[in-house]
């Protein structure tokens, strides 16, 4: 698994939901699922608190994008953008013919064509 992504949450934030729901979309849409982990953890749950201490997690939505435990990039109490994170999809990617923020184009390796 190249891209690990962790979402502490709670069930019930809108927020929440929006952030889990936009990922779950765009790793699905750019076929990225046996390379990208994504991981919600509930602050409702003790081990959802747990895992939100170890990274100093203050506010929800917090997201954090890592790869061989090393953080790339973080956003706290707000939700991503997909300008903001789609870099950290390409680089566990095949190159691409696309236009990542809006999901037109095509993987040049075959794998995926949409136009």
């Known amino acids: 698994m ?9 069930e019930n934030c809108g927020k929440c939901r929006s952030t ?17 982990e994504l991981l919600f953890y509930d602050m409702d749950t003790v ?3 747990a895992e939100a201490a170890y990274h100093d997690v203050l506010d929800i939505p917090t997201t954090i994008f890592e790869r061989g435990g090393i953080h790339l990039a973080r956003w706290d109490g707000e939700v991503p953008r997909s300008e903001e994170f789609m870099q950290h999809f390409e680089m566990v990617s095949p190159v691409r013919d696309t236009n990542l923020s809006t ?9 995926k064509s949409e136009t």
């Open 47 to 49: 081990d959802g608190m």
């Open 20 to 36: 889990k729901n936009k990922l779950e979309f765009f790793i699905s849409k750019w076929n990225y699922a046996d390379r990208v």
């Open 103 to 111: 999901g037109e184009g095509k993987i040049s390796n075959g794998v």
């Open 2 to 10: 190249g891209l690990k992504i962790k979402i502490f949450g709670k």
